[in-house]
């Protein structure tokens, strides 16, 4: 239909609407685009275009029509995405008490919504008890109270019973977003544990094979594609890690870790020319790291920089004491990125596209 009449605006926000319904975001976007630039009055267009932005990671630029959304959209489903999306890209942006704002709002909006309940629950400290209390009483048998349950037990490190909890969930939703990663997380802490053990190195295989699985149902998991790289960085498979850590911080650039990630295989693969840019990015995002210090002090050393060498080295020490005489070093498998779309899954009710966009 858009070939046939390309000047009609409705046509072009139909079709993007289209693309976001099917998870489509980077089509949506430009066809929510045309259908502002030949109509910039079109209703809920530049809606439907901020949350596609927002999937995509782009929270500067979803954020202004996000706002306006959540305050002033006239349907109550829309409101309620638009809201979502408004609080993951104020965590996104690190915006957090604005975040917490938005999460008491729906919250009020939406009482008995088991995902706004999750969501919600997830972001907040305090409030996090109080939500899950709520979500157990008006939706004791949803998905979201079994994911909010695992969670809860892989973050005490009862990993028998998260594990036991993402596979039930798995089982119920096999094609849920994000919990296979979620499922390999556990298996890996709890692998971990168990150190150099027969038991330890079967759970790394289980964890990495859930990484994988993750990846083949959504290709543009940044966290799945990086633990799936530490592994096989780990195992001395470095052409695969870097093949994966090249995954996370193209769907991802922001990830540090990622980026540190793949410096460190680059170095390590005898190409510290090419780790350097990586390295350095990893730093503009985390500047107090001090892995990533020590990795870029090994880059220079095998470029003949001393003088960068030292340098580098200095803050990697500095760093390191520093972590060592105020705080327990965190793990990096702990760490999930903010990677579009991917951790936060966002339900949203089929609607007829025409019913948004109805063409005149």
Avoid at 214 to 225: C, M, Q, R, V
Wanted: hydrophobic share 40%.
């Amino acid at each position: 239909m858009v070939r046939l009449d390309p000047g009609i605006a409705e046509l072009h926000a139909n079709l993007g609407l289209i693309y976001f319904q099917d998870g489509k975001y980077k089509e949506a976007v430009p066809a929510l685009l045309q259908a502002l630039k030949l109509k910039p009055s079109l209703p809920n267009a530049q809606y439907f275009l901020a949350m596609s932005l927002s999937e995509l990671g782009r929270f500067e630029e979803a954020l202004p029509a996000l706002e306006r959304g959540f305050k002033g959209a006239d349907d109550p489903g829309l409101r309620r995405l638009l809201g979502l999306h408004l609080e993951r890209a104020y965590t996104g942006l690190r915006r957090d008490d604005d975040a917490v704002e938005v999460a008491v709002e729906l919250s009020r909006l939406y009482p008995k919504d088991p995902e706004v309940l999750y969501q919600t629950g997830r972001l907040s400290g305090n409030f996090a008890y109080l939500a899950m209390q709520k979500l157990a009483t008006v939706a004791p048998d949803s998905i979201w109270r079994l994911q909010a349950s695992a969670e809860l037990f892989e973050t005490q490190g009862h990993y028998d019973l998260a594990i036991t909890q993402y596979r039930e969930m798995l089982a119920r939703e096999p094609q849920r977003a994000g919990i296979h990663f979620r499922l390999g997380r556990a298996l890996l802490s709890r692998s971990l544990e168990a150190n150099l053990s027969s038991e330890g190195l079967k759970g790394q295989q289980d964890a990495l094979a859930e990484f994988e699985q993750e990846l083949k149902l959504d290709p543009t998991n940044a966290n799945a594609a990086y633990e799936a790289g530490e592994i096989y960085r780990k195992m001395g498979q470095l052409g695969k890690a870097r093949e994966l850590f090249e995954t996370a911080v193209k769907y991802y650039p922001d990830f540090d870790e990622g980026q540190t990630g793949l410096g460190r295989v680059l170095i390590a693969m005898g190409k510290p020319d090419l780790a350097l840019g990586h390295l350095r990015k990893a730093i503009s995002l985390n500047p107090t790291d001090d892995v990533t210090y020590f990795q870029l002090a090994l880059a220079y050393k095998e470029l003949g920089n001393t003088d960068e060498q030292r340098a580098a080295l200095a803050e990697f020490q500095r760093l390191h004491a520093h972590i060592r005489d105020n705080r327990p070093r965190r793990i990096p498998q702990a760490k999930i990125a903010w990677n579009p779309g991917r951790v936060w899954q966002f339900v949203m009710p089929p609607v007829q596209a025409n019913s948004f966009f109805p063409v005149c």
